[in-house]
C-alpha cells in the first residue's frame, strides 16, 4: 500500500495532472516519462543508500576436501530436489551427515592444533578464542 504522500505527488505529477496531453504522445515518449517520474519518486521517496559489505574472514580450516564434501552434498540435494524420491532423500540425508562429521574433524583439529603451537602465549588464546 502506497503511503499518501508518495500518492499525492503521484497525482501532481505530469503522468496525471494533464491527461489530455498525454493522449498525443507517442507511445516511447509516454513510456520515458512514465520512466522518470517514478525514478523521480522513488528517488525522493526511497533514495538508494550506499551500503559498505566488510568481506567475512575465511574460515582458516575449509579446505579443498570440505569444498569437495559440499559439492557432493548439494549435488545430492539438487538430484533429490528433481527426483522427489525416497532413495534420493536418504543419499542426501548421507551426504550432510558425512559434510557434517567432516566439517567437526577440521574444526577440531585446527582448533587443537593451533592451541598446541600457542600453548604458551595466552595472549593469542584469548584474542582468538571467538573466531573458531
Known amino acids: ?33 512514465c520512466r522518470d517520474v517514478l525514478t523521480g519518486l522513488l528517488d525522493k521517496h526511497c533514495p538508494a543508500v ?4 566488510r568481506p567475512k574472514k575465511a574460515t582458516p580450516w575449509f579446505d579443498a576436501d570440505c569444498h569437495a564434501a559440499r559439492r557432493r552434498t548439494r549435488a545430492a540435494e539438487r538430484r533429490f530436489r528433481r527426483s522427489r524420491r525416497r532413495a534420493g532423500k536418504l543419499e542426501w540425508d548421507k551426504r550432510m551427515k558425512l559434510m557434517r562429521s567432516l566439517y567437526a ?24 578464542r571467538r573466531t573458531g
Open 1 to 33: 500500500m502506497l503511503s499518501r504522500p508518495i500518492l499525492s505527488d503521484l497525482a501532481a505529477s505530469e503522468l496525471c495532472a494533464d491527461l489530455d496531453a498525454l493522449s498525443d504522445l507517442p507511445a516511447d515518449d509516454l513510456v520515458q516519462l
Open 50 to 53: 550506499k551500503v559498505r559489505r
Open 105 to 128: 574433524d577440521k574444526h577440531n583439529r585446527y582448533w587443537r592444533n593451533e592451541i598446541s603451537v600457542n600453548k604458551g602465549n595466552s595472549q593469542w588464546l584469548w584474542r582468538t
